[in-house]
T-cell receptor
């Protein structure tokens, strides 16, 4: 298995634009997580899914953020409209359970 | 009080020495504990997990857990320059649905 695959690896966009981040989890993993990492706040959980169903979205900062998992092999995190304070590295991770998570390579988002 | 606290460092140790990384957590309902390593510009990767009080050894790494003191540590014996990274402590609450809460990490530098 190639591991968790995220795209794009880097994204630079202008304030106000829509941004869509994509993730393909490891096959067979029942859990999928979206994290955001910044120097100031560290690694923050935004939302996680279990068997494609959103379980906890309490970390989603505001209504500008949304996430979907239409099937077991694909998830998206969308920011609309984007703002400069959204600049961060966004990680997707998948897990077979037990708290063990495998992270993708991340998407570095810069909003100018 | 943060849920998971770590000293940000940097912690500098000479090559061959023992590096000791510490983590405290606030939720007594936390059940499982994890150490992730993150190299600069890369994604976190799991190196150790521990569920029970006491020590757990894996090669040069030893995780220690003291639930009464709400304290987790990671010892790295015979530290190598390749161990230089940020070490993230994470906890999973019983009934937390596989949700991991991360500390902000301790930067370790192993000097020649």
């Amino acid at each position: 298995d190639a591991g968790v695959i995220q795209s794009p690896r880097h994204e630079v966009t202008e304030m106000g634009q829509e941004v869509t981040l994509r993730c393909k989890p490891i096959s067979g993993h029942d859990y999928l997580f979206w994290y955001r990492q910044t120097m100031m706040r560290g690694l923050e959980l935004l939302i996680y899914f279990n068997n494609n169903v959103p379980i906890d979205d309490s970390g989603m900062p505001e209504d500008r953020f949304s996430a979907k998992m239409p099937n077991a092999s694909f998830s998206t995190l969308k920011i609309q409209p984007s703002e400069p304070r959204d600049s961060a590295v966004y990680f997707c991770a998948s897990s077979p359970g037990g708290g063990i998570a495998f992270f993708g390579q991340g998407t570095r988002l810069t909003v100018v | 009080q943060k849920e998971v606290e770590q000293n940000s460092g940097p912690l500098s140790v000479p090559e061959g020495a023992i590096a000791s990384l510490n983590c405290t957590y606030s939720d007594r309902g936390s059940q499982s504990f994890f150490w992730y390593r993150q190299y600069s510009g890369k994604s976190p990767e799991l190196i150790m997990f521990i569920y029970s009080n006491g020590d757990k050894e894996d090669g040069r790494f030893t995780a220690q857990l003291n639930k009464a003191s709400q304290y987790v540590s990671l010892l790295i014996r015979d530290s190598q320059p390749s161990d230089s990274a940020t070490y993230l402590c994470a906890v999973n609450r019983a009934g937390g649905g596989n949700k991991l809460t991360f500390g902000t990490g301790t930067q370790l530098k192993v000097e020649l």
